[in-house]
């Protein structure tokens, strides 16, 4: 295959949006990368005696504001190399670096209140002014969300390693509030810099307010602030999940809701009752879901809810190498959720507290840390080529670009494909079910089932049952298509492949007998495989 490069004319358009003519400029695209548009770290640069000079030039967030795009750039650690910034990107693609910074940012948010735009450690008006909150320039920045009680002239800024700060927007002082390793119970190992030792690494913040106003403001302070840690490694894996973290904030006390990774949380103030959270375990990917309510609309289930979902790759299964998969509007009123490896819709809507909404899109390779709409465009940022610290020797210059195109190219990336498990060697007794895993929009779909703890003459029974509707959670209204069971004529291990044709929401099982009687049986594993 050959490389084709196209050059675009970029029509002349005023920031008021009325097209101005013919128009000179032009850039060059191969397959919707823009090789303008990419960013670097330097190759040699100086740094403080013992700190490596090469780490990482991935782009950590993207925000369209004043008729540009800005964009961030990050290393892997404060000064482990040089050439990162703060860029902004016109309507014509062409891209101007406004600021520099060594360090990792990866937040982004609209302040309502002030019109004002937080990327980075960056505040950014209508009019493209920019004030720097210089006391966060060396703090790794994964996260930002809306202050509690004084949202008006406060947001909170979580750093990647734990420290959570108030960060006062007129005076632009930091104020470390407390440190989510302690708070979190977070067991951080002596050396964190190995791939089997436990380390706080925040990805994402939320705030959900009790109530808001529906024009973007609320009407009494309070709520929560959930965060997301997706610290995983080798023994989250082998012994079971110990190092992330999913938690929530009421402004008094902590709550730790899950111990495994997450890194991806989202909510509407309005239009969508639904709180959203994403992450993994050494099952499959999760998806948390919540019906907040409203006032006017209370919830019939306010407890969280937890569905499967494949993981497309194990190339994302490190907390290393996810970098900040998101959930964002890229469509009005529309999610594009990124989750290890695959892409899915995902309306903000869900009713009768059920999440129907979700539908894979296609699995992709790209590393995707942020990605939004700017001029007609779907822009995705990436992390191409990072040494980290010259531990990949044949990387040379640290780079990543953009992807810029329209969303409904997704569907013609790669087909959605991938595996996960509902059970995973666990103790069973008769009357267990597991959680939903999504069925949906895939093509060929299997299920092997097996026991390696079970022993002649046992013999058990599995109830394989679909949602064709969506709201089983809810309702209840799970149909069984077939029952399974496990015994010595088989050694206790068993295919079902779905005839063609055959899908529903979301599948689950049940263990629906047992020879062993209210006994636990062991070692039970389930698992599905999409192709």
Known sequence: AVAVAVAVAVGCVSAQGTSGGSCSSSVQQFG????????????????????????????????????????????????????????????????????????????????????????????????????????????????????????????????????????????????????????????????????????????????????????????????????????????DYTNGSYCGRLASWDGTNWTILERTAFYGLAARKNYGRMVYATGWDSKSALLKVKDQGSPDAPTADSEWRTYRLPKASHAFDHGWQTEWPRIREVETERYLLDVHGMFYELSPLGWQASSFGVRP????????????????????????????????????????????GKTDDLWSWGKPQGWGSVWKDEHLVAGDKSDPFLMTGFDKKVLHLSCDGCLD???????????????????????????????????????????????????????????????????ITATFIYT
């Not at 699995?363 to 990072?386: A, I, K, T």
């Not at 079902?496 to 070692?523: I, K």
Request: one cysteine or more; hydrophobic letters at 40%.
């Open 361 to 404: 899109i296609s699995q992709h390779l790209r590393v995707v840390p942020d990605f939004c709409s700017f001029r007609g465009m779907l822009v995705m940022g990436g992390n191409e080529v990072s040494s980290i610290f010259d531990n990949n020797v044949v990387t040379g210059q640290s780079q990543s670009g953009l992807w810029l």
């Open 457 to 523: 003459p046992d013999s058990h029974q599995f109830d394989v049952q679909l949602d064709p509707v969506g709201d089983a959670s809810y309702t209840g209204r799970w149909r069984t298509i077939t029952t399974l069971t496990l015994s010595d004529v088989g050694s206790f291990y068993t295919i079902y492949p779905f005839a063609s044709g055959v899908s529903a929401h979301w599948v689950r099982l049940v263990m629906s007998g047992s020879s062993a009687g209210s006994s636990a049986v062991g070692n």
């Open 32 to 235: 919707g990368i823009v090789p303008s548009l990419a960013v670097t770290a330097e190759s040699a640069p100086k740094v403080p005696a013992g700190l490596p000079q090469r780490s990482e030039a991935g782009v950590g967030a993207l925000m369209p504001w004043a008729d540009r795009l800005y964009m961030v750039s990050y290393l892997s650690v404060p000064n482990y190399g040089a050439g990162t910034g703060l860029y902004s990107i016109d309507q014509d693609l062409k891209m101007e670096k406004i600021a520099n910074h060594s360090s990792v940012f990866a937040n982004r948010i609209i302040h309502h209140w002030t019109s004002q735009v937080i990327i980075g450690p960056y505040v950014i008006d209508a009019e493209r002014n920019v004030r720097v909150i210089t006391d966060l320039l060396e703090v790794r920045i994964g996260a930002i969300a809306e202050h509690l009680t004084n949202p008006e002239d406060m947001v909170y800024m979580i750093s990647m390693d734990g420290p959570f700060y108030e960060v006062n927007l007129t005076t632009l002082r930091a104020n470390l509030l407390f440190n989510l390793v302690d708070v979190l119970d977070i067991p951080i190992s002596a050396d964190p810099h190995t791939t089997g030792q436990c380390y706080p690494h925040f990805k994402d913040a939320l705030t959900v307010h009790t109530t808001t106003d529906g024009k973007g403001g609320i009407t009494a302070p309070g709520g929560l602030v959930y965060v997301a840690s997706n610290g995983y490694n080798e023994k």
